[in-house]
């Protein structure tokens, strides 16, 4: 593949530069040479050259000299080798013209319309339910028994509820299932956040008896017993719509699904943002971590802020009001709980 797309990048190099287009691109013995123009983006650049628009935290994270890595500037080399993109370190000419400054004028990452709301993002299925985490929210009812009294239940099987409003449900209506987990701490400050909430699988209701709610079990994502707490049912979605954020909040990952450690693609986190803080489905986030100058640096240079280590970008998939669940769509290293996540907003 890579290859084949190196091959075709210098076949096209050729015919460009026989037939005169304006097409910023050409070959040396290192690769093929790209000049970044206006509106350019990491991400274009990403999907154009390596057909990966999600590649573009690799370029940050290897180039530290870009500190925000939203923006990109005309007239910066890429070098495009081996199905990768690199940076090309540029520094500023002295001496040139006061109108040329404009030159400089940043991309956005979020001016390509990949990002624009609107369009639809594929997930894959994650196949066992997220789960969510429990802070202010109540249970709308309790599993509490089955016709067989059987003890562990599952696809199929008919189940009775004690629901808390039982005249607001209706036949056909679905339900979550969920089952509580460990306690959740900020993982900085140690303060008490919520419950983690595993997700056992979903019912649907078949029949009404007075204040007893009669359903039937469909998926099942783990074991379900006696005693399982309802709530809103949240289907698993595959396709998600990109939401431009509207504030520029940071925050934390606080948990991971099934205290999983080291995180990467296609696993969930969970964060410390909700709808309070106009979070919804559909952001983009990014992860990074401090970086730190070693000891030596210290010694020789003194105390000096360095950008933080990008590790990747996820997807914010559900909601609640003080917090999220959301998707690793690109890993550039392992993300662990405590990671810092920013919203994107331009």
């Avoid at 369009?119 to 202010?136: P, R, W």
């Avoid at 990008?310 to 392992?334: P, R």
Wanted: aromatic share 6%.
């Amino acid at each position: 593949m890579t290859r084949t797309l190196f091959r075709w990048l210098s076949l096209l190099s050729l015919v460009l530069l026989l037939s005169g287009t304006g097409l910023a691109i050409a070959a040396n013995g290192d690769g093929q040479i790209y000049t970044v123009k206006k509106g350019d983006t990491l991400w274009d650049l990403s999907k154009k050259f390596i057909d990966d628009p999600y590649y573009w935290p690799n370029i940050w994270a290897k180039n530290p000299e870009i500190t925000n890595p939203h923006l990109i500037f005309p007239g910066q080399k890429i070098r495009i080798l081996d199905g990768k993109l690199e940076i090309i370190p540029a520094y500023p000419e002295t001496g040139k013209q006061a109108d040329k400054t404009m030159d400089h004028v940043p991309v956005d990452i979020q001016e390509n319309p990949e990002l624009s709301s609107g369009n639809l993002l594929t997930i894959k299925s994650t196949g066992s339910g997220d789960g969510f985490i429990l802070t202010e929210e109540e249970p709308l009812g309790v599993l509490v028994d089955s016709v067989d009294n059987r003890i562990l239940l599952t696809e199929d099987d008919i189940v009775f509820l004690k629901m808390r409003d039982p005249e607001k449900v209706s036949i056909g209506d679905t339900f979550g299932l969920f089952e509580r987990g460990d306690e959740v701490h900020h993982p900085k400050t140690n303060e008490f956040i919520g419950t983690m909430m595993k997700n056992l699988g979903y019912v649907q209701v078949t029949e009404i008896d007075g204040d007893t709610v009669v359903a039937k079990v469909g998926d099942v994502f783990r074991e379900i017993a006696r005693g399982a707490e309802v709530f809103e049912d949240i289907p698993q979605r595959k396709e998600i719509t990109l939401q431009r954020g509207t504030v520029k909040e940071k925050g934390v990952v606080i948990a991971s699904r099934d205290n999983k450690h080291a995180l990467s693609e296609n696993d969930i986190i969970f964060v410390n943002l909700g709808s309070e803080h106009g979070l919804v489905s559909g952001n983009l986030l990014y992860i990074s971590r401090p970086r730190h100058a070693s000891e030596e640096i210290i010694d020789q240079a003194g105390e000096i802020e360095l950008p933080e280590e990008v590790l990747g970008a996820a997807l914010v998939i559900e909601t609640k009001a003080k917090t999220a669940s959301a998707i690793i769509i690109k890993s550039v290293d392992a993300t662990y709980v405590g990671d810092d996540i920013t919203v994107v907003t331009d």
